[in-house]
Every structure is written in structure tokens, then in C-alpha cells.
């Protein structure tokens, strides 16, 4: 069965920092595209990021709102994704969701982990 | 940065109702539009690739059409399992970005 298994959300205070994660199992992660995308409580989707699989040098594309504070990395001999969140704001508490894609388009989510910063 | 505007923001239906979704983006796109379907307290599910492709395991009641700018999502006989909300998002090109929701409820 493909699977996402987000971990590592939790309550840290603006300026802090976190650390997600995503462990993939079920399919050839390393061949993979992997997105996070975030929701605020009530709100609406936000695509946060992508990294590239190794075929395509790992490259990294973010969000203008989390640029220069967010970092996403893989390790494919872990099947595992990252999300390392620096400097949090009130603003990012959301949902966090690993999400795979595939031939381009997002087709497997996982359940998610709740991030909150405040203080 | 590529907008995406969904209408409605929310409707209401019965079941066996036929339901469509639009969605508009700022500027051409090609095809490359998906649609998710979120229950509450859920993650999103995965429905409708490359404007109309369907996502494995999707049923067939749920159909994507357009090109450009201008998309739907229809469903063809709206069932109790189906009331939810429904976004789109673009990724012809970076930022990805999502429509604003659409809640389909209850009448």
C-alpha cells in the first residue's frame, strides 16, 4: 500500500524552529517529485514547496512566503522527506501534508501533522 | 503568480443532483489543472489529473473538462458520500497555486 506518514508537528514559539517529516513506504520514493502543502485552521490550500528527485539534482522550489525560512530535503536511502522550518510566525500554523507526485500532478497525500506557533 | 478562482464558494444540492465546479486561472495553464476533493478533519484526496484524467480508484461520476483558462469538475449523480469541498490547482508553473474551495452541501 502506498503510504505518507507525516511526523514532528507540535507547538514551538515565533522565531523558533521545527523539524517535519515524511516517511514514504509502498512505491520507489526516490524516483519521486515530493510537494508539502499546508492549511491554516479553516482556511483554504497552500502549497509550500517541492524537491526534485535525484535524476533532476534535488532542486527545490518554495513558496515567496516561506522562501529563505523553509528547507526541503530528502533522503532517499531513508524514504524519507523533510521539512526544516525556521524562524516560524503566528502565519504558519497550519496542517502539514507530504504529498507525492506523480507525472507532474500531486496523486497521494498523507494524513497530515498539525503545526502551531504561538506563545 | 498564476491565480486560480473557483465559483461558487459554496452550494447546496440533493442527492442525485448533477454538480459543476469552476474553476478560472489568471492565465493559460494548458491542462495542467487537478482537482481534490477534502472531507472535514481529512486529508485531501487526490480526484482529477491533466484537467480531465482521472485518478486511479476515482469513480467514473466525476469528470474534469477545459483547457486555458477555464476548467469543471462535474458530478454527474451527487451522492451522500460526495459532500465535501473541492479545490483546483495549477502547476503549469511555480508557485503552485490552489483555488479558494468550493463546499458542496446539503439542500
Known amino acids: 500500500e502506498v503510504q505518507l506518514v507525516e511526523s514532528g508537528g507540535g507547538l514551538v514559539q515565533p522565531g523558533g524552529s521545527l523539524r517535519l517529516s515524511c516517511a514514504a513506504s509502498g512505491f520507489t520514493f526516490s524516483d519521486h517529485y515530493m510537494d508539502w502543502v499546508r492549511q491554516a485552521p479553516g482556511k483554504g490550500l497552500e502549497w509550500v514547496g517541492r524537491?526534485?528527485?535525484?535524476?533532476?539534482?534535488?532542486?527545490?522550489e518554495y513558496a515567496a512566503s516561506v522562501r529563505g525560512r523553509f528547507t526541503i530535503s530528502r533522503d532517499d536511502s531513508k524514504n524519507s522527506l523533510y521539512l526544516q522550518m525556521n524562524s516560524l510566525k503566528t502565519e504558519d500554523t497550519a496542517v502539514y501534508y507530504c504529498?507525492?507526485?506523480?507525472?507532474?500532478?500531486?496523486?497521494?497525500w498523507g494524513q497530515g501533522t498539525m503545526v502551531t506557533v504561538s506563545s | 503568480d498564476i491565480q486560480m478562482t473557483q465559483s461558487p464558494s459554496s452550494l447546496s444540492a440533493s442527492v442525485g443532483d448533477r454538480v459543476t465546479i469552476t474553476c478560472r486561472a489568471s492565465?493559460?495553464?494548458?491542462?495542467?489543472l487537478a482537482w481534490f476533493q477534502q472531507k472535514p478533519g481529512k486529508a485531501p484526496k487526490s480526484l482529477i489529473y491533466a484537467s480531465s484524467s482521472l485518478q486511479g480508484g476515482v469513480p467514473s461520476k466525476f469528470s474534469g473538462s477545459g483547457s486555458g483558462t477555464d476548467f469543471t469538475l462535474t458530478i454527474s449523480s451527487l451522492q451522500p458520500e460526495d459532500f465535501a469541498t473541492y479545490y483546483c490547482?495549477?502547476?503549469?508553473?511555480?508557485?503552485?497555486?490552489f483555488g479558494g474551495g468550493t463546499k458542496v452541501e446539503i439542500k
Open positions: 492565465r493559460g495553464i494548458n491542462n495542467y
Open positions: 524537491t526534485r528527485n535525484k535524476g533532476n539534482s534535488y532542486t527545490t
Open positions: 504529498v507525492r507526485v506523480y507525472d507532474a500532478a500531486v496523486d497521494i
Open positions: 490547482q495549477q502547476y503549469d508553473s511555480y508557485p503552485l497555486t
